[in-house]
């Protein structure tokens, strides 16, 4: 159920069967899971996802720059490395998000369309997305671009020119009736 592995310093960590290099730099601190950039196993370079055996020494190549990918969640097993990935994946989605929301603010703003609550929920439906998180997600990552943004721009303002234009139309006077007895009651 558990196997027992080395830091480069002997000190024994005890893991649960099928950890992983991943498994293992959280296991030592949350900072050096974070930080992860490779795995020695043996003094082998290893891919994270290498499973590791009970007498295996680990070493954990560490980088200021590295960060938690999507494909770690499919490296790790253990529960506290799953959770503190997902945890930081969410962080940078709400980073990215921010950075979204400010750059479609000003793409809107070029096309004179003003962001309200509104906008954004037809943007949302528009871009068939389930949030408007989403849609800042996307706009921050460049997954939508300014293409799209044009033709989300010309579909609301022709949604918006048709809805007034028959507003304005008049409705139609039946026969034999005259418009200016109609307009005076």
Do not use: C
């Not at 024994?12 to 050096?32: M, Q, R, W």
């Amino acid at each position: 159920k558990e196997i027992f592995v080395f830091t480069p310093t002997g000190e024994l960590k005890s893991l649960p069967k099928g950890a992983t290099p991943l498994d293992f730099a959280f296991n030592i601190h949350t900072e050096v899971g974070m930080r992860t950039r490779g795995a020695k196993v043996n003094g082998k370079l290893v891919p994270l996802g290498t499973e590791l055996k009970s007498g295996d020494q680990v070493e954990i190549i560490t980088s200021e720059n590295a960060k938690p990918n999507q494909n770690w969640l499919d490296y790790a097993t253990t529960a506290r490395a799953r959770s503190k990935i997902r945890s930081s994946l969410r962080e940078e989605k709400k980073e990215v998000a921010m950075e979204g929301k400010e750059i479609l603010r000003r793409k809107l703003k070029s096309l004179k369309i003003t962001q309200n609550e509104d906008v954004i929920n037809k943007m949302v439906v528009f871009f068939k997305l389930k949030t408007s998180l989403d849609l800042f997600y996307r706009v921050g990552n460049g997954a939508i671009g300014n293409q799209q943004l044009r033709e989300f721009a010309n579909s609301y303002n022709n949604a918006f020119i048709s809805f007034f234009k028959n507003k304005i139309r008049k409705k139609p006077v039946p026969e034999g009736i005259n418009r200016e007895e109609i307009t005076a009651k």
